[in-house]
């Protein structure tokens, strides 16, 4: 594909519920970040892979919160336990990797919790 | 802690006129890239243009250009003959340019920028 791909464009649960939104990167980009983008708000920062390692998570808010990139490529994050707050949009994007080389973002999945 | 800051919630202007969007940022570090992102109704990030703090001369980009102020901390978009395109959101972004730290972003809370015909 020619860009990062989200799916779900949208997704709609209720509270209490387990959900999980993919992530498919540029073919080739070795980094690929999660964001979290609260309405009115600027993406905040949840985690970030480097291969197959998370080298960042700080930013996931609370251990309902976990990411996984096994293959190195397509990216899973997974909410337990949704809860209302959690509503957002979600980003991702990847890059080559290293401080010089662009984010390329994906167009999100909004997720609302009932 | 970074932080980026863009105290100007919504700005307008006419077409083909002249916008400069303002952002000031807190950092300790000496080392780090600014950026400016275009996010329209489709809600994909677009990067607009990318300034190296160790460079002094300010970076453009067609009719995009950019004011870097380091010391101050400020970071400034002017877009020249605006469009109706670049209607959309525009954030403010920091990222470290330094090796062993974390290649995330550090983003404003945007600043919605309409155009009037």
């Known amino acids: 594909g020619a860009g990062v791909s989200q799916t779900p464009s949208n997704k709609v649960t209720e509270k209490g519920k387990y959900v999980e939104l993919r992530c498919d990167p540029i073919s080739g980009h070795t980094a690929l970040y999660w964001y979290r983008q609260s309405l009115g708000q600027g993406p905040e920062f949840l985690i970030y892979?480097?291969?197959?390692?998370?080298?960042?998570d700080s930013g996931l808010p609370n251990d309902r919160f976990f990411a996984v990139r096994p293959e190195g490529s397509v990216s899973t994050l997974k909410i337990q336990r949704t809860e209302r707050g959690d509503s957002a949009v979600y980003l991702c994007?990847?890059?080559?990797?290293?401080?010089?080389?662009?984010?390329?973002f994906g167009p999100g999945t909004r997720l609302t919790v009932l | 802690a970074q932080t980026v800051t863009q105290s100007q919630p919504e700005m307008s202007v006419q077409e083909a006129e002249t916008v400069t969007l303002s952002c000031t940022y807190d950092?300790?570090?000496?080392?780090?890239?600014l950026f400016w992102y275009k996010q329209p109704p489709s809600r994909q990030m677009i990067l607009v243009i990318r300034q190296e703090a160790y460079k002094q001369q300010n970076a453009t980009e067609n009719r995009f250009s950019v004011n870097f102020q380091k010391a101050a901390k400020s970071f400034s978009l002017k877009i020249s003959d605006s469009q109706l395109g670049d209607a959309a959101m525009y954030f403010c972004a920091w990222g470290r340019a330094s090796q062993g730290g974390s290649e995330k972003l550090v983003f404003g809370k945007g600043m919605k920028l309409t155009v009037n015909p």
């Open positions: 994007a990847s890059s080559k990797g290293g401080y010089l080389n662009e984010q390329f």
């Open positions: 950092t300790s570090e000496s080392d780090y890239y």
């Open positions: 892979f480097q291969g197959t390692g998370a080298a960042d």
